[in-house]
């Protein structure tokens, strides 16, 4: 049983009938008409019959020697998919859908990324699971099947998302803790020089009034609007990176979902 494209897969299941005990002077065996277009459904819920080859042959018994006739019919069987597809594909690809989004769009108002690695792990496991009911429901073969391959490579994508969500955390958790000032070339490649610049301005007139009089509260204030600013400029940088990531990891989840759907 070839099992490679389940569960688009079809079959061949050979049915040889014969009067062993009879040789073909005695008793002839006829096959009849091949069926190439089934006009009755001979299926059931899970197969459909496409075509019967009805042959006759003479077969030799080794241990008598004499020749007999077999009446041969080669069941050509085509899987019905809409099960597998609605129960295990499209929730597949739901459930990847929705991680994908989860671990690329804040979870608040201030930009917040809390509990992504959590989402993303609590989907893999729901992935393994669904992969291990596959795997129980097919007969066990060197090759895995078309449907246990989509799992293994929406798991795959999840865990290249869940990675790449660590080092957004990691990179973004670094830049507010050591005060790295984003570089003008990562600004100008996000559209973000014009806004940054605009930001800082905004504060020059109101910081240059209190120069005089209060240069240690100026020079606080100073501090403050520059770590205030350089957060904004970083969450907006990291939020652009988010978009970017979520429609890359969107296309690539839909591109193996329509691979899959075309068989």
């Not at 050979?14 to 009879?22: E, H």
Request: proline share 4%; net charge negative; hydrophobic share 50%.
């Amino acid at each position: 049983m070839l099992v490679n494209e389940f569960p688009y897969d079809s079959q061949v299941c050979t049915i040889n009938i014969g009067p062993w005990s009879y040789t073909d002077q005695e008793l002839h065996s006829t096959a009849g008409e091949s069926i190439e277009a089934p006009k009755v459904d001979f299926g059931n819920s899970e197969w459909d019959f496409t075509r019967i080859i009805a042959s006759e042959r003479y077969s030799a018994d080794n241990d008598t020697g004499f020749q007999f006739t077999e009446a041969s019919f080669q069941l050509y069987v085509k899987r019905r998919p809409q099960f597998y597809v609605w129960v295990l594909l499209i929730p597949t690809f739901v459930i990847t859908t929705i991680c994908i989004c989860g671990l690329f769009i804040p979870t608040n108002s201030l930009g917040d990324r809390e509990e992504k690695v959590n989402l993303g792990l609590t989907t893999l496991l729901s992935s393994a699971v669904i992969l291990q009911i596959v795997a129980d429901s097919m007969p066990k073969a060197s090759a895995l099947p078309l449907l246990g391959n989509f799992i293994l490579a929406e798991i795959f994508v999840v865990a290249v998302a869940v990675i790449c969500t660590v080092l957004t955390l990691t990179l973004h958790h670094r830049a507010n803790t050591r005060r790295w000032r984003p570089k003008k070339w990562m600004l100008k490649f996000l559209g973000m020089t014009a806004s940054f610049r605009k930001i800082s301005a905004t504060f020059a007139p109101w910081v240059a009034d209190f120069m005089a009089s209060l240069r240690s509260l100026v020079a606080y204030i100073e501090d403050e609007d520059i770590d205030r600013l350089r957060e904004i400029a970083w969450l907006k940088l990291f939020d652009r990176i988010d978009f970017l990531l979520l429609v890359v990891f969107l296309i690539g989840n839909c591109i193996v979902t329509i691979v899959v759907c075309q068989h």
